[in-house]
């Protein structure tokens, strides 16, 4: 059983270069998230949908654009990435009020 | 607005002692309430959700309205169970706001 996976699980920008993070879930979960975690800080939810198509702004959305074309995938941009975007990502998936199903994280770092 | 505050970054005890990791909440609501576990090299997970009213690895937590606490404690800590704690809240509208985590280690 897959679940939720996340690629890449490690990368290095340089300040200004962009790149897409990739969520993926087979288990037909209508709620995805993207989540960042950062020491002292927790997890702060960036973007989540509710279904294939639509998107909204969590707590921290500001420098990230998300797209959820299909069902089974979420995708979190960073079109100019800056120093403070440097930070671990995860991504969850969920049913109606059922438990979150999280990915193993993508550690980014910005240069 | 709503919050979650774990006042403890870290937290260590030795093995076989009770073990209790504060989580303290603010909502006008009726929440629910969560705690998440993320054990070494692996993903985060649910512990358990105070409306199941169960006990999972030998941690419980109960909702205290009052105090509005929901701290997570067991009675008997094991060195499997030094882990990253995460207690978190939903107001339910599908997000879930974290608390800053709380570190246990459990000392042999």
């Known amino acids: 059983n897959a679940g939720v996976t996340q690629t890449p699980k490690f990368r290095v920008l340089k300040t200004g270069q962009s790149m897409t993070l990739l969520c993926a879930q087979d288990m037909n979960h209508e709620y995805m998230y993207w989540y960042r975690q950062d020491p002292g800080m927790g997890l702060r939810l960036i973007h989540y949908s509710v279904g294939e198509g639509t998107t909204a702004k969590g707590e921290v959305p500001d420098g990230y654009n998300v797209s959820r074309l299909k069902k089974q995938n979420f995708l979190l941009g960073l079109e100019s990435a800056a120093p403070s975007q440097t930070s671990v990502y995860f991504c969850?998936?969920?049913?109606?009020?059922?438990?979150?199903?999280f990915g193993s994280g993508t550690q980014l770092s910005v240069l | 607005a709503q919050r979650v505050t774990q006042p403890e970054k870290l937290l260590s005890v030795f093995k076989g002692a009770p073990v209790e990791l504060k989580c303290n909440y603010s909502y006008s609501g009726s929440p629910e309430l969560f705690w998440y576990v993320q054990y070494s090299r692996q993903r985060l997970q649910l512990l358990l959700r105070?409306?199941s009213r169960e006990s999972i690895k030998g941690f419980t937590a109960d909702l205290n309205k009052g105090e509005t606490s929901f701290h997570l404690k067991k009675p008997f800590a094991q060195e499997e169970d030094s882990a990253m704690y995460y207690c978190?809240?939903?107001?339910?509208?599908?997000?879930?706001?974290f608390g800053t985590g709380t570190r246990l280690t459990v000392i042999p």
């Open positions: 105070h409306i």
């Open positions: 969850a998936s969920q049913t109606t009020n059922e438990k979150l199903f």
């Open positions: 978190a809240l939903s107001p339910g509208a599908n997000n879930l706001f």
